[in-house]
């Protein structure tokens, strides 16, 4: 009986928490922002324009082009196919069957083709080449919405798939930083003395030395890539939560229900687990929604000083670093585009947290 009231109770909360929700415009739009970056990060190489693994097709030639750059492409099909499942070319993308050539301008004779590549902005002075009509060739258009980086990559794609790395780091480290943060600050909270005096000691330790260079710390102690970055800022977050979950946890103690549980015989880990941390899930939701932008945050400027996902794996954080001195090359939407989907995301996950914030408040 008593667990059914429980759930019954937890569910009139979480509909109440809901509609005060809906009603907050702000939130109903960050929702929808983080739910279209999700689908993104999700699909991943499907939807992307460049499909190969880390979105990594190079073409010199058409390197730095503005955004709405198309031009033709003669498919050369010399490679072995490679054969996959749509999951697997979903989740790490395909590589090429084909050699891929921008040319200006192509003609078919019963001999084969013969085409002008691509060097420039510039037709009619491409080298001429023929190619022979028993190899199988196809010619299509290749846009670039957004343009092309320095090294001739899809500047789309580059942002889609690095929208992967971003929410990934985010996710990975906050289930780093709750599983630390939840279980030393329940412990802490509900045994008080010398327990409480010793996690608290190491906790203002941890929270004394500046982020950043914590951060920068672990990343040095345990290496650069992309599993390194999740354990590095994972690390540094759980302070926040501890903490917070601390706070709770020691007024939750002394509560009837809590009493009632050990005058049951109940065992503290059975208390902690099913009785004060279920009351716990609001505060640390709220927390987890901003920490979610600290982490992404962080994971950008690892990133962009070179100490976070590594070449050819796309990063916002890395695409800035490479592109910023083009902004004053009247090429700057290389290094803005990137910032912008960072501003985005990070504003999206706070303006949640407010929200969530807000629905929660009891006084309301």
């Not at 290749?142 to 798939?161: A, E, W």
């Not at 899930?281 to 987890?288: M, Q």
């Not at 590594?310 to 592109?323: A, C, L, R, T, V």
């Not at 001195?325 to 803005?336: K, N, P, Q, S």
Request: glycine share 8%; net charge positive.
């Amino acid at each position: 009986m008593k667990q059914k009231l429980n759930s019954i109770s937890s569910n009139k909360t979480h509909s109440v928490v809901w509609k005060r929700l809906r009603k907050n415009p702000l939130a109903i739009v960050s929702i929808c922002v983080i739910g279209i970056f999700c689908i993104v990060a999700i699909l991943g190489y499907a939807i992307t324009p460049d499909k190969t693994p880390y979105a990594n097709e190079q073409h010199l030639e058409l390197a730095i082009k503005k955004p709405g750059f198309k031009v033709q492409m003669l498919k050369v099909y010399d490679k072995e196919e490679v054969k996959s499942n749509f999951f697997k070319n979903m989740l790490f993308g395909t590589p090429s069957s084909t050699t891929n050539i921008p040319i200006y301008k192509y003609t078919e004779t019963k001999d084969g083709l013969t085409y002008e590549c691509f060097t420039g902005d510039n037709p009619n002075e491409g080298e001429i080449k023929h190619l022979n009509k028993n190899t199988k060739y196809e010619i299509t258009t290749r846009h670039y919405p957004l343009g092309t980086d320095k090294y001739g990559r899809c500047l789309l794609s580059q942002l889609m798939i690095g929208t992967r790395v971003s929410l990934s780091v985010g996710f990975i480290a906050i289930i780093i930083a709750v599983v630390i943060g939840v279980s030393l600050g329940a412990i802490a909270g509900y045994f008080g003395g010398k327990i409480d005096n010793i996690i608290m000691w190491f906790i203002n330790v941890v929270w004394s030395v500046p982020t950043i260079l914590l951060v920068i710390a672990i990343t040095f102690a345990l290496g650069k890539g992309f599993w390194q970055v999740f354990v590095a800022v994972g690390l540094t977050m759980w302070v926040d939560i501890a903490r917070m979950v601390r706070g709770q946890v020691l007024s939750l103690k002394e509560k009837e229900f809590v009493l009632a549980g050990k005058a049951l015989g109940f065992s503290n880990a059975r208390i902690i687990i099913k009785h004060i941390l279920p009351n716990v899930v609001g505060a640390v939701t709220v927390v987890i929604a901003s920490n979610f932008a600290t982490a992404i945050l962080q994971e950008a400027g690892l990133s962009f000083l070179g100490l976070g996902v590594q070449p050819p794996m796309p990063s916002w954080g890395s695409m800035i670093k490479e592109n910023y001195g083009y902004i004053i090359l009247d090429a700057a939407y290389m290094a803005i585009t990137p910032g912008i989907a960072i501003m985005l995301l990070v504003l999206s996950f706070f303006m949640l947290g407010a929200g969530l914030r807000q629905a929660m408040e009891v006084k309301q």
